[in-house]
């Protein structure tokens, strides 16, 4: 029986309660109710509710390259993440292959050290011959490897207070009732103690695989590997997922490797004749197949599945996290399919249509743009309907602040705004793509173009912000660039209409899809990893938002800026009515704007004047609250709060106030605490102010003007995709220019390197010719 043949930790009743196979509570509120057994999550952001979970550990998984031993430094990683979703409140089991290859292993080493003795004793020297290793049954390695594999999992498991137990089975137990039934309630028993089952095909005794033996119904599986034991213990358990582990990415449609192999994130059971399946692992009994076979099994009998990889370095110490997580790891099987396209569908089609859109002469770009402009004020009533859809939401659920609200909020107004920006853009869309840069005449009838091309894939991702959509859509049509745009769920009945809007005005000239709104649940890291086929990220909202892109991006640039740290510098020379002015702008006008003053810093000559009282007096006015620098709160005998950092971005009617004694300290200052954004001084002394001028490195500096210049619609760029405070590529308000990149193009009159050798006919000109637009029919398309 098997409660006969389990083995509960090999340890002593003392060392039981030492560690922990004590019957402890599970903190349930950490992990939500398990769903309904009977069918499966639809989504992968649902696989955080699973409660009770498989992981299946494939051969090519545990084992080690050389097929004879285990892979200890993966397996571990392992059962670090499973111990710690155990220890949050999920109930883990863990089917296991291994035992073959550990046994391999011993078994080889006894038998080496068997010969090696007997040659010794016979030959009565140190010489011994060669070597040559019998071929070893698997059901012996088994045998003498299944204690040890156990062994080795208790052993890494009472690291983290973890109790195990071992469960052995074969087919039988599974077609017999009874014993089903005393396997079930043995599974059952140990994780209600909160002990983690280890279960494994007992191979020491199971017969071979039959050849025709298959998947057979919900209620028939034969078990012929640890894919189809899994699958069948996952159903019979009612487990909520199934882990599988292998030493591939996932599913792909075709073998992996191959030139058009795409991984497949999200497989439905009606995709099965769109597969084409490659040949098995290097250890191992099944394959892909059987582990496509049996994750269809399990999701038909109610448990999610996901296949990934256990093997890669780089994500095997969270692979079981992320998957739990709801990250996009491996392949995620879902009995229901979206109505839509896939997210990589979406870019896919946008990129397609993007090459068209930049091949376009400019004036039908402009008339797309120019387009959208008349829709947003000749639909302003649809578009308002659904805005006022989402204000009542947000208002209601009562948690957005005021700032965030007013983002929001769209108006008739605005939407003028919106538009004149748009018709300016427009006009710029007409010298944008394919404008010649440079032209040299490399040699006779040899001559080099550098010419303006779209950058590609753009993926921008704003928050609460729906009038971001149209001019960044605007944007991209006038740079030629394809656009992926990502919203957030709180403008969602505004962004869909206005999509709709500029979709309806590509369609003029068939480019419908260069604009893609992404509205399934696609979390923002998983958009981030999509480096194949995304070629700038661009964040629109919180700082917050802006470090958690680029701490997600894997290996796509990001254009943007974490911080909006901004300084205001009133020299002693400043004009009395030009300070008021200016700092009650920079502060005041919008607080949560990333360009508002978030430091004023005052010359030291200004403290105790005429002016520094009115300074303060027109803050108090404006409900401003100070926070004093260190020097600042030195100088007064009852200070403000002390500021708890010079480096904060505050995003409301607050500020730190600190005294410096000279443009240069300013400077200074400024290099130590800012963010690189936008900084003001303001000053009558000419020599001061272009010192100052030169001297900071900011994207945007200013003499006696607001920081809230510091706006792509203000510097008459029409609009803006965001600042960015990199140091390469576009810098400051970033427009259209800065959604375009370059090429080089060649033309010669078969032209060879050789012609310029030593030996050669030809020599090097290098002259400059004039710049301009390419001739008609040269246009580039990217």
């Known amino acids: ?300 009998g109610g448990t999610s599945v996901v296949i990934a990889n256990g093997t890669n370095p780089k994500v095997t110490g969270h692979v079981i996290t992320d998957i739990v997580e709801g990250k996009k790891v491996g392949t995620f099987f879902s009995e229901i399919k979206p109505a839509g396209p896939t997210v990589e569908q979406q870019t896919e089609m946008a990129r397609n249509s993007g090459r068209t859109l930049a091949s376009l002469p400019p004036e039908q770009r402009s008339e797309i743009i120019c387009q959208l402009a008349e829709l947003l004020t000749e639909r302003k009533e649809e578009i308002l309907a659904a805005n006022k859809l989402d204000m009542d939401l947000a208002v209601n659920t009562g948690h957005m602040p005021q700032a965030m609200l007013k983002r929001l909020s769209l108006s008739p107004s605005k939407l003028n705004s919106l538009a004149i920006g748009l018709r300016q853009i427009a006009v710029a869309a007409q010298d944008s793509v394919g404008r010649v840069l440079r032209r040299t005449r490399v040699a006779h009838n040899l001559e080099l173009e550098q010419i303006t091309v779209p950058i590609g894939v753009l993926l921008v991702i704003f928050e609460a912000r729906p009038d971001c959509l149209p001019q960044v859509s605007a944007l991209a049509i006038a740079s030629g660039n394809a656009l992926l745009l990502k919203g957030g769920k709180e403008a969602a009945n505004t962004n869909r209409v206005l999509h709709q809007l500029t979709q309806e005005a590509l ?73 008021i002015k200016i700092v009650r702008d920079s502060k005041c006008d919008y607080p949560a704007a990333c360009n508002a003053m978030e430091t004023l810093l005052i010359h030291r000559d200004i403290l105790r004047t005429p002016l520094f009282d009115q300074i303060i007096d027109m803050l108090r006015t404006e409900r401003v609250k100070i926070h004093a620098g260190p020097r600042f709160a030195s100088y007064l005998t009852f200070s403000p709060s002390e500021a708890k950092s010079l480096r904060t971005e505050y995003g409301d009617l607050e500020c730190c106030m600190e005294v410096v004694d000279s443009m240069q300290e300013a400077v200074d200052h400024i290099h130590k605490y800012g963010s690189s954004h936008t900084d003001v001084i303001v000053t009558e002394n000419e020599d001061t102010a272009e010192q100052f001028l030169q001297q900071l490195d900011s994207a945007c500096v200013f003499w006696n003007a607001s920081s809230r210049f510091a706006d792509g619609y203000r510097f008459g760029l029409g609009a803006e995709v ?46 400059s010719l004039p710049v301009g637009q390419p001739l008609a029919g040269q246009r580039d398309s990217n």
């Open 1 to 300: 029986m098997l409660l006969q043949r389990l083995a509960l930790c090999s340890r002593t009743s003392v060392d039981l309660q030492r560690h922990v196979c004590q019957l402890r509570t599970r903190p349930l509120t950490q992990v939500a109710q398990r769903k309904a057994h009977g069918s499966s999550f639809a989504h992968r952001s649902e696989l955080r509710h699973a409660k009770r979970i498989v992981v299946k550990l494939g051969s090519a998984v545990v084992t080690r390259g050389d097929e004879c031993g285990l892979a200890l430094g993966r397996l571990a990683s392992i059962v670090e993440q499973v111990a710690m979703l155990q220890n949050q409140g999920r109930e883990m089991m863990i089917v296991t292959s291994g035992a073959v290859a550990f046994g391999k292993q011993r078994l080889r080493h006894e038998i080496l050290l068997s010969q090696s003795v007997r040659q010794a004793l016979h030959s009565g020297h140190n010489q011994l011959k060669d070597m040559s290793l019998p071929v070893l049954e698997a059901r012996a390695c088994a045998a003498a490897g299944q204690s040890g594999l156990m062994a080795l999992y208790e052993a890494m498991f009472t690291q983290y207070s973890t109790c195990t137990a071992q469960v052995l089975v074969t087919n039988l137990d599974f077609h017999d009732d009874d014993k089903r039934q005393n396997l079930n309630s043995t599974l059952q028993e140990l994780l209600r103690m909160n002990i983690v089952p280890i279960i494994n095909t007992n191979d020491a005794v199971v017969p071979p695989p039959e050849p025709n033996s298959d998947l057979q119904g919900v209620n028939v599986i034969s078990i012929k590997d640890n894919d189809s034991l899994a699958a069948r213990l996952a159903v019979e358990m009612k487990a909520d997922l199934l882990v599988a582990l292998s030493d591939v990415e996932g599913l792909y449609n075709s073998p992996p490797g191959t030139d058009d192999a795409k991984l497949i994130d999200i497989f439905y059971p009606g995709d099965q004749q769109s597969i084409t399946y490659g040949t098995k692992s290097r250890v191992g009994i099944g394959g892909m197949e059987a582990k496509v076979k049996a994750a269809l099994w399990a999701l038909q």
């Open 507 to 579: 369609s003029m000239h068939g480019v419908t899809e260069a604009v893609q709104l992404v509205s399934t649940r696609e979390e923002v890291e998983d958009l981030c990893r999509l480096d194949k086929i995304i070629d700038l990220i661009i964040p629109r909202g919180s700082s917050q938002l802006v470090r958690d892109i680029q701490r997600a991006a894997k290996g796509i640039p990001v254009m943007g800026h974490s911080e909006g740290i901004c300084h205001v510098y009133l020299d002693a020379d400043a004009s009395i009515d030009k300070v």
């Open 722 to 767: 965001g600042i960015s405070t990199a140091r390469i590529h576009a810098r400051g308000p970033v427009g259209l220019e800065g959604l375009l990149t370059t090429k080089w193009v060649l033309r010669g009159d078969g032209h060879t390197a050789a012609d310029f050798s030593e030996h050669g006919t030809m020599k090097y000109l290098h002259e």
